[in-house]
Structures are given as C-alpha cells and as structure tokens.
C-alpha cells in the first residue's frame, strides 16, 4: 500500500515568500497533502490560494470543511480560523484564543502530534517552521519528535523574519534546518529518512544564535 505523507507548515511574516519558494520547488508529481498555516489578516484571505496556485502545479484549496487529506492537494487555512488533524480528518475549527495568531501554528501541531501518536497505517508526518515573527510554531516540538514527527525548520539566514525559526530552534527539538526550496525538493524525493540524514550540517545551538535571540527580544 502506498504511504500517505501529510505536511504541516507554519508560517508568519515573510512566509508568503518563504511559502512561495517552497511550492515553486516542489515536484509536479508531489503525492503529498500539506496544510499550511500562515498568520493572515481577514482583509487577505483570497491572496495566499492565490499565490500559492501560481507557483504549482498540485490542487490548491481553501479549507471549508472537514475533508481527507487527498495525495498532491494543499489545504490553505482561511484567516479567523484554527485547523486541526483529528480522526484522519483535515478539520477547521473556532479559533481558540480572542487574542493571538490565527491560524494556530501550536494548535495544528500539537493535533499532529495526538494524530501521529495514534499510529495511523501507512501515514507518515512532517511539521515545518517557516519565516515568521514571535514564537508561535514552538511549543509542541518534543510532543512531534516523541510522536515520530520530522521536524524541519527554515535556515533563520534564509528566512525574512528569523523570530520564528531561532525560536524553535531554541528548543533544541528538530531534525532538520534547511532552506525551504531544498526542503520541497527533499520531499519531492519520497523518501523521508533523507530530511534526518542531511540533517547534521550547521549547529544553530550555541551561544550567537542565543545571543540574537535576546537581542531581538530585547529590541
């Protein structure tokens, strides 16, 4: 039976382009389902389905319902919204917090991380950080890694607002630090051991990376 791969992405301020890079490189026959959830204001909720249609060739939906994630589909979350895996189940649901970012990046990943738990047949699951600013996308990351989650993160040089990927890199809990058209094209590979095994380059856990943390934090 063939295995289903479903990408979570988190993404903020500059993940239009980090997001944009990444679909450009993904390949054509790419048998992936990808929920993506990029903080938007309601204002914007047209312009990510958008942009992402032109830079691939897989379907492309706004989320409405509940629906099965579906090989070679993006599911874009619409702003005002949370979207959460439950039950193998792709599902929108009420934003949980009046104050905060929405979509969810915590929320989505720690619902993947309950689902891959589960132990689902033949589904294996990546969660990803793009560009983006404050911490949102981090506090799940040892749930997903305990899970059997691949973790990758955006290379913070690479990335237009690193406040995102320095905090979860800060949590020492990923697998791999990459930029996000390398990423696509590792995916486009089909075989997942590979984003671990390229996975040792630079190490991001030393005192610099924590000094520009306190540094941005401190600005």
Same mark, same amino acid.
């Given at each position: 039976?063939?295995?289903?791969?479903?990408v979570?992405?988190?993404?903020?301020?500059?993940?239009?382009e980090?997001?944009?890079?990444?679909?450009?490189?993904? =390949?054509?026959?790419a048998?992936?389902?990808?929920?993506v959830?990029?903080?938007? &204001?309601?204002?914007?909720s047209?312009?990510?389905?958008?942009l992402?249609?032109?830079?691939?060739s897989?379907?492309?939906?706004?989320? &409405?319902?509940?629906?099965?994630?579906?090989?070679?589909?993006?599911?874009i979350?619409?702003p005002?919204?949370?979207?959460?895996?439950e039950?193998?189940?792709?599902?929108?649901?009420?934003?949980?917090?009046k104050v905060?970012?929405?979509?969810?990046? %915590?929320?989505?990943?720690?619902?993947? *991380?309950? &689902?891959?738990?589960?132990?689902?047949p033949?589904?294996?699951?990546v969660? @990803?950080?793009?560009?983006?600013?404050?911490?949102?996308?981090?506090e799940?990351?040892s749930?997903?890694?305990? @899970?059997?989650?691949?973790?990758?993160?955006?290379?913070p &040089?690479?990335?237009?607002?690193n406040?995102?990927?320095f @905090?979860a890199?800060?949590? %020492?809990?990923y697998?791999?630090?990459?930029?996000t058209?390398r990423f *696509?094209?590792l995916? =486009?590979?089909?075989d997942?051991?590979?984003?671990?095994e390229?996975g040792?380059g630079? #190490?991001f856990?030393?005192?610099?990376?924590l000094? =520009?943390?306190? #540094?941005?934090?401190?600005?």
């Open positions: 039976m063939t295995e289903n791969t479903i979570a992405i988190g993404a903020s301020a500059g993940g239009l980090a997001l944009s890079e990444f679909m450009a490189a993904l =390949s054509t026959d048998t992936l389902s990808v929920i959830a990029q903080h938007l &204001e309601p204002h914007n047209s312009v990510l389905t958008q992402i249609s032109r830079q691939t897989l379907q492309v939906h706004t989320l &409405e319902a509940d629906v099965a994630p579906a090989p070679g589909t993006i599911y979350t619409p005002n919204s949370d979207v959460i895996l039950n193998g189940v792709i599902r929108l649901v009420k934003a949980s917090e905060g970012p929405k979509p969810s990046i %915590n929320r989505l990943f720690h619902s993947m *991380a309950k &689902e891959a738990e589960r132990g689902l033949d589904t294996n699951y969660a @990803a950080v793009f560009s983006g600013t404050g911490t949102d996308g981090s799940y990351l749930e997903l890694r305990e @899970a059997g989650v691949i973790v990758v993160v955006q290379d &040089e690479s990335a237009r607002y406040g995102m990927p @905090a890199i800060h949590k %020492n809990q697998d791999l630090v990459v930029t058209d *696509a094209e995916l =486009s590979l089909g997942l051991s590979m984003l671990k390229v040792g630079r #190490d856990r030393d005192s610099q990376v000094r =520009s943390i306190t #540094d941005t934090v401190h600005q």
